[in-house]
Nanobody, 116 residues
Framework: QVQLVESGGGLVQPGGSLRLSCAAYGFTFSRYGMNWYRQAPGKTRDMVAD???????NYADSVKGRFTISRDNAKNTVYLQMNSLKPEDTAVYYC??????????WGQGTQVTVSS
């Protein structure tokens, strides 16, 4: 069964850094693109970063230059390095697959709170 297990969220001060991890199980990880989304209270869930199977990356304008998505196919893990964090980055962060067959798979989400 496809499963995504997230870790690394928490409370951080403005200007600080966090590294989120998402370990993937149940599919051939290296064949699929992976994504990070976030959802703040009262807002839609929006993509912040994606990475293709050949490691091409794309970022939302709001995080460009501060966040870096990467993958380690040997560990079946995708990462989101978050630097220069701002209070506006506060949200629940989700990792997700690109389409596998007819559906997309999601992790449970991890809370990131940026506050002094």
């Amino acid at each position: 069964q496809v499963q995504l297990v997230e870790s690394g969220g928490g409370l951080v001060q403005p200007g600080g850094s966090l590294r989120l991890s998402c370990a993937a199980y149940g599919f051939t990880f290296s064949r699929y693109g992976m994504n990070w989304y976030r959802q703040a209270p009262g807002k839609t869930r929006d993509m912040v970063a994606d990475i293709t199977s050949d490691s091409t990356t794309n970022y939302a304008d709001s995080v460009k230059g501060r966040f870096t998505i990467s993958r380690d196919n040997a560990k079946n893990t995708v990462y989101l390095q978050m630097n220069s964090l701002k209070p506006e980055d506060t949200a629940v962060y989700y990792c997700a697959t690109n389409l596998i067959g007819l559906r997309q798979y999601w992790g449970q989400g991890t809370q990131v709170t940026v506050s002094s």
